[in-house]
């Protein structure tokens, strides 16, 4: 028997797509739409297991909707701008335009050879004039909108990529992609008021009930609205200071008060800038970063002032007035105040400086002696040590017992907080969407005029100078516009913007007036199921939902405030780990097996240390060549080891044997091919039973439920038990037109799995109807009988056989008569049963 050619096949339809495309610009926009969207790839030169993974999902979802009938929108586009083109142009002395365009060809064509049903004709490139110019007319208008501001402020530098960091983008208190330690530094910078919707962005996380939970979670954790009280502290001081505001959520713990601590920003830091301590205390601030993680991992550290807070709830209690490093000046007011019983933090603090700790919680209303020592309670009790709130339910009662009083006293107000910060879009770099705004000789912003527009690049060929570029490119900077001079500003946008509304111009790619048409929005957006990685869960899926309420914010034409109506978070493809004897990384292709062991090739006596399974990343060396795959074993066997492995949600261990196991089964659907049409040429005249129908029926449901549900492994799964049937059924004596109806149902649900051989088989077989998405008869699925599992208290006492559709009762009389299950029901009283058809019945007694 001949063994499939994989790669003749797979080129040929490669080049048949390239001639007739499955999807048009033109569209009959009568029809059923879906928007099957999959995160762009940012163009690194390759393509790795989780592009892979990711787009074979997508493509899976896409020609399943494709052959219902619905119009699909399936495209792709290159997330192209950023720091790695920059950084790698430096190194290599070329430019980042040439590297990144170079990169985004190298990694097509090997899209392609996957064979994904992607409209290329819609392709985007972020670093394109042609959809960064629209990307600034949207910053213009986000400015006319009052949704973007410029001001100085404390800012994440990344040292290494010399460039600001917006705090999602700051891990662990070092920069995402550089991995060094972030720092301080205060910078003019760009924003856009993200803030502005804090409350929308929290509250329409409610409507998506097609969104992972966990990623609304972290969605709305990150959003962070919180109720407390802004507090005024009367202050003792010989200077011009009357009082102090600090924001809380914990007002209930007031008596526990031990300091004040501001931010080194604080308008009372006028007071010590000439003081050669303070100023050195800001120097040693600015080695922290702005974010929670870097804050938190810092060293507490504080600046004593000659002020003295009066707690507003006892004015016994005095305490002392420090700048701190963790308080920053764009939470609440730059000030918090101190209660180190019950904040790890303020307790830290408070040691450094042997501050007093007063213990107001007690996790027990009658243990009055409770007292917080090296580790601060933070959960739930009972108020003591604090007078009037004293035996106060904590925090539900007590928190809102204290707003009253302070509010009744005129000593605070109740207010709402969010966690979520104004999004920081200037970076100190070239190779970025340039930022339409320019200064007049006073250093005042003004917008570039529209018919400027685009602000394109100027072409650097080599980047050899250190820092941002642009700042030395005066010829382009400096600019006359009705005789005055101005400068353009040098720091470009985020990358995240570039991002944050792709999905928009996907839908009228070709539209040079507009970044996009209404009338294609109305249509397709939003987006019915976006794919990706759940360490997007905040920065990309937050920052394109603030970009969909900006949009619409003042415009008539645009209601659309969600863009992603279907979330699916896939999992990573991970790969064990491998180190030689000086604990090197060592990557697969440099290992050889013998003996169950694992040696280096170009050492086969040095053992390598075979270490856990992890998400493949170039860093750990654990990663494997796509392209070299494909070519050994090909693009449908890829797809098939890739879906079959675990549930797509679920992370993927790549194994050898898995893909070689793929390739086999593949070779043993070609073999069952070539069986199937031997049986076609014999032409029975009757069949043999109604086995093939009843079979292909329930194939079918099977198939469309699965796809419905993302269960991609056990749609491989269904694959396995089909080839195990008609390998052993087809050979039984059918009709031609029996095979050939039941087969073409076959192979068309096939085919969002495995399509290079599906079109080829249904090619062979010479099919001339429509490629649709076959129905499935519901009569021919049901059994004449079933099986049912007999419970007694949840546990399996037997098994039935009975005609399908029989009744509870029907089925409660066989059960007696089953000497074997009935004698459990012997004295015993039935106080419940619960039936599910033609499976189980669990009788409670």
């Not at 250190?466 to 516009?481: A, H, M, Q, R």
């Not at 759940?534 to 969909?548: D, G």
Request: proline share 4%; hydrophobic share 35%.
């Amino acid at each position: 028997m001949e063994r499939y050619n994989f790669k003749t096949v797979e080129e040929n339809w490669q080049k048949y797509w390239e001639k007739n495309k499955t999807f048009s610009t033109k569209l009959d926009k009568s029809k059923k739409k879906f928007y099957c969207l999959e995160m762009f790839p940012y163009p690194s030169g390759k393509i790795h297991m989780g592009h892979v993974r990711n787009y074979t999902i997508g493509d899976v979802l896409a020609r399943y909707k494709s052959l219902q009938g619905y119009n699909v929108l399936h495209p792709m586009g290159w997330d192209s701008f950023g720091m790695p083109a920059e950084n790698a142009a430096r190194q290599n002395n070329l430019s980042p335009k040439d590297w990144t365009e170079s990169n985004i060809s190298n990694m097509k064509s090997q899209l392609k050879r996957l064979g994904l049903s992607i409209d290329w004709d819609r392709e985007i490139s972020t670093c394109s004039v042609d959809y960064y110019k629209h990307q600034q007319e949207f910053f213009l208008e986000l400015y006319d909108k009052g949704l973007v501001y410029r001001k100085e402020q404390d800012v994440n530098w990344d040292p290494v990529d010399q460039t600001v960091l917006a705090n999602e983008q700051v891990i662990d208190g070092k920069g995402w992609r550089s991995g060094a330690q972030v720092e301080r530094k205060k910078l003019n910078q760009w924003f856009f008021n993200i803030t502005k919707f804090s409350n929308e962005l929290l509250e329409s996380l409610d409507t998506l009930d097609q969104w992972p939970n966990k990623v609304k979670i972290m969605q709305k954790n990150w959003i962070g609205k919180s109720f407390g009280c802004e507090v005024k502290f009367p202050i003792s001081s010989s200077k011009d200071v009357r009082e102090i505001k600090c924001f809380t959520t914990r007002p209930d713990t007031l008596f526990g008060l031990s300091f004040l601590a501001l931010s080194v920003d604080h308008p009372l830091s006028k007071f010590y800038e000439h003081d050669k301590e303070f100023i050195k205390f800001k120097e040693k601030c600015s080695e922290t970063g702005t974010t929670e993680e870097s804050i938190a991992n810092a060293e507490k550290i504080g600046f004593k002032t000659d002020l003295t807070a009066i707690n507003p709830l006892d004015e016994s209690i005095k305490v002392p007035v420090y700048f701190a490093n963790f308080v920053l000046m764009d939470y609440g007011l730059g000030a918090v105040f101190g209660c180190p019983a019950h904040d790890q933090r303020d307790l830290d603090f408070a040691n450094k400086y042997k501050l007093n700790v007063k213990t107001v919680v007690t996790p027990k209303k009658d243990d009055l002696k409770f007292k917080v020592a090296n580790e601060a309670y933070t959960g739930p009790g009972y108020i003591f040590n604090s007078s009037f709130l004293d035996g106060l339910k904590c925090p539900e009662d007590s928190i809102i017992k204290t707003i009253e009083h302070l509010e009744k006293n005129g000593l605070g107000e109740k207010k709402i907080n969010f966690r979520l910060k104004d999004w920081g879009i200037s970076r100190q770099r070239y190779w970025g969407c340039p930022i339409p705004i320019i200064y007049d000789e006073n250093k005042n912003p003004h917008k570039l005029p529209k018919e400027m527009l685009p602000a394109e690049l100027p072409q650097i060929d080599k980047l050899q100078a250190t820092g941002n570029p642009l700042d030395n490119e005066n010829e382009w900077k400096n600019l006359k516009i009705n005789g005055k001079k101005y400068t353009r500003e040098t720091d470009t946008l985020d990358t995240f913007v570039d991002s944050s509304w792709y999905f928009l111009r996907f839908c009228s790619p070709k539209n040079s007036q507009y970044g996009f048409s209404y009338e294609d929005i109305n249509y397709w957006m939003p987006v019915d199921q976006y794919i990706g990685g759940v360490e997007h869960a905040i920065l990309h899926l937050l920052y394109s939902r603030f970009f969909m309420q900006a949009i619409t914010h003042k415009n008539d034409k645009f209601n659309i405030t969600e863009p992603f109506k279907g979330l699916f978070t896939q999992g990573m493809v991970c790969h064990e780990t491998y180190k030689d004897s000086e604990n090197n990384w060592v990557s697969p292709d440099e290992i050889i097996s013998k003996d169950g062991k694992k040696y280096l090739k170009n050492n086969p006596s040095q053992e390598v240390k075979v270490g856990p399974s992890e998400s493949m990343s170039k860093s750990k060396k654990n990663t494997i060549d796509p392209e070299n795959i494909i070519n050994n074993y090909g693009a449908d066997s890829v797809r098939l080891f890739i879906l079959s492995d675990s549930p797509p949600e679920k992370d993927v261990q790549w194994s050898e044997e898995g893909i070689a196991a793929s390739h086999k089964f593949i070779q043993k659907l070609w073999t069952l091919h070539r069986k199937i049409i031997e049986e076609i040429s014999k032409d029975y005249s009757e069949d043999a039973s109604d086995e093939l129908i009843k079979f292909t029926n329930k194939f079918i449901k099977k198939i469309s439920n699965n796809l419905e549900n993302f269960s991609y492994n056990i749609i491989v799964a269904n694959l396995h038990e089909m080839y195990s049937f008609l390998i052993n059924e087809i050979g039984k004596g059918y009709k031609k037109s029996t095979i050939l109806d039941n087969y073409k149902k076959i192979l068309i649900t096939m085919n969002p799995i495995i399509p290079h051989l599906s079109n080829e088989c249904l090619k062979i077989i010479e099919n001339t109807d429509k490629v649709e998405w076959p129905s499935y008869d519901e009569k021919q699925i049901k059994e004449d009988s079933s099986i049912i599992v007999i419970q007694i208290n949840g546990k399996k006492r037997g098994l039935i056989s009975t005609d399908s559709g029989s009744s509870e009762t029907e089925i409660m009389k066989l059960v007696y008569e089953d000497q074997k299950i009935a004698k459990y029901l012997v004295n015993n009283k039935i106080k419940k049963q619960i039936y599910i058809e033609n499976k189980l019945i669990n009788i409670i007694i």
